[in-house]
Nanobody, 122 residues
Framework: QVQLVESGGGLVGAGDSLSLSCVAS????????MGWFRQAPGKEREFVSA????????DYGDSVKGRFTISRDKAKNMLYLQMNSLKPEDTAVYYC???????????????WGQGTQVTVSS
């Protein structure tokens, strides 16, 4: 079982940067693929980024590619999302997730954090 807790959300202006963190506790964190998803009000949850168990492969949603960077520190059981050049449309609750498979599909992730709010003002 893996427990996930996100932090780092907040209110920023358009063009600013923000870094999200996710700390994992429990067994076998280093064996899991990790992902970031987000959900804006009135919208479905969408894929943001994923990283495989070793950190050697990453994937990004088209709307964040080139602006966001995912990384992990297995020694510290940490997952990160560096978000640059933020836009108002990035406003959402951001969720950290852990799963067996490196995937864009949220149903491949069996463990989820409670989410952290990111609000980008124009």
């Amino acid at each position: 079982q893996v427990q996930l807790v996100e932090s780092g959300g907040g209110l920023v202006g358009a063009g600013d940067s923000l870094s999200l963190s996710c700390v994992a506790s429990g067994q076998s964190f280093s064996l899991y693929a990790m992902g970031w998803f987000r959900q804006a009000p009135g919208k479905e949850r969408e894929f943001v980024s994923a990283i495989n168990w070793s950190g050697s492969s990453t994937d990004y949603g088209d709307s964040v590619k080139g602006r966001f960077t995912i990384s992990r520190d297995k020694a510290k059981n940490m997952l990160y999302l560096q978000m640059n050049s933020l836009k108002p449309e990035d406003t959402a609750v951001y969720y950290c997730a852990a799963g067996i498979k490196f995937s864009r599909e949220e149903n491949e992730y069996g463990h989820w954090g409670q989410g952290t709010q990111v609000t980008v003002s124009s």
